[in-house]
């Protein structure tokens, strides 16, 4: 079994930053394609970032030059840095990783962006 383990989330005021974390753990053999996943109150999960075991990142337009999507392959381990962050940030962000060649997703973790 895999299991996702993210941390980092919090309140946080407008312009502020924040830094997730996500840890795979159990049978790993490869991990390929890790990505952040959020989803506001009332509306659809959606991309946030996506890395690619090459290391190629993409992002949703809305956090592009904000955001940014690392991973440490040493640790299993997936990374977003949140800068600048606005009201509109505020949704459950969710770890999503291709393991073993199967899909996974964590708990999720709450991130407020207010005054």
């Known amino acids: 079994q895999v299991q996702l383990v993210e941390s980092g989330g919090g309140l946080v005021q407008p312009g502020g930053s924040l830094r997730l974390s996500c840890a795979a753990s159990?049978?790993?053999?490869?991990?390929?394609?890790l990505g952040w996943y959020r989803q506001a109150p009332g509306a659809e999960r959606e991309l946030v970032a996506a890395i690619t075991s090459g290391v190629i990142a993409n992002y949703a337009d809305s956090v592009k030059g904000r955001f940014t999507i690392s991973r440490d392959n040493a640790k299993n381990t997936v990374y977003l840095q949140m800068n600048s962050l606005k009201p509109e940030d505020t949704a459950v962000y969710y770890c999503?990783?291709?393991?073993?060649?199967?899909?996974?997703w964590g708990q999720g973790t709450q991130v407020t962006v207010s005054s």
């Open positions: 999503n990783a291709d393991v073993n060649l199967n899909d996974y």
């Open positions: 159990g049978s790993i053999f490869s991990i390929n394609a």
